[in-house]
């Protein structure tokens, strides 16, 4: 198949019946707390650790809340999320993190509202796949995740980037230069398009 742009990619995805029994913006619990612990989490392991750890707390604690992060030990946190690997280190990352957020936005719903992509990319330990992560599936803003997924899928292709933001520009171009074919399938929404096009090349890509 030849492939001009991500518009056709997408296209190309959607025959597939890749999402059916997800949540609608594929990430689960999308909009809250848990959507930043689990970008943190997913960082050098696989999406099944991440769910174990995310439950060993919910099994004690119902629900992550940034407060309750903000103010653990980091032995305390770590013990939970032990399953995602380098959890130590995750530990200190998500208190400060949830400590940073605390302090300069006041609580998790200001902080979806206005935080930016260079605020999240100057916290330690997120780059820029975790920031993107969770602006697209915490805060609903209008980016698109790049991950090892898209870029395996995207070679296949023949289609090769030098840089993520590079790669990023790309595949949101295509969506957005071809939105008026788009709009009414995602709703007038073009983060729900995003996210569900993220989510189409993961679930295709661990098949």
């Known amino acids: 198949?030849?492939?001009s742009n991500s518009y056709d990619v997408l296209m190309w995805l959607r025959n597939k019946n890749l999402l059916e029994n997800k949540p609608k913006y594929w990430w689960p619990?999308?909009?809250s707390f848990e959507v930043v612990v689990g970008a943190i989490l997913?960082?050098?392991?696989?999406?099944e650790n991440v769910e174990k750890a995310l439950n060993n707390w919910k099994e004690k604690n119902k629900?992550?809340?940034?407060e309750e992060v903000g103010s653990c030990d980091p032995s305390f946190l770590a013990e939970f999320i032990k399953p995602a690997g380098f959890y130590n280190q995750k530990a200190k990352r998500l208190i400060m993190l949830s400590r940073n957020i605390l302090k300069d936005f006041g609580n998790f719903e200001n902080f979806r509202e206005n935080v930016?992509?260079?605020w999240l990319l100057s916290q330690k330990g997120i780059g820029f796949e975790t920031a993107d992560s969770i602006l697209c599936y915490a805060c609903f803003r209008d980016?698109?995740?790049m991950d090892t997924y898209t870029k395996r899928l995207i070679k296949k292709f023949g289609?090769?980037?030098d840089s993520y933001d590079e790669m990023k520009e790309w595949f949101e171009?295509?969506?957005?230069?071809?939105?008026?074919k788009l709009k009414d399938l995602y709703e007038n929404d073009l983060n729900l398009c995003f996210s569900r096009f993220h989510g189409k090349i993961v679930e295709y890509m661990k098949k």
């Open 1 to 3: 198949m030849e492939i």
């Open 159 to 161: 289609y090769e980037f």
């Open 173 to 180: 171009r295509g969506v957005i230069e071809n939105w008026d």
């Open 116 to 118: 930016d992509r260079e």
């Open 29 to 31: 619990n999308a909009g």
């Open 143 to 145: 980016t698109m995740v």
């Open 63 to 66: 629900e992550w809340k940034i």
């Open 42 to 47: 997913t960082q050098n392991t696989k999406w």
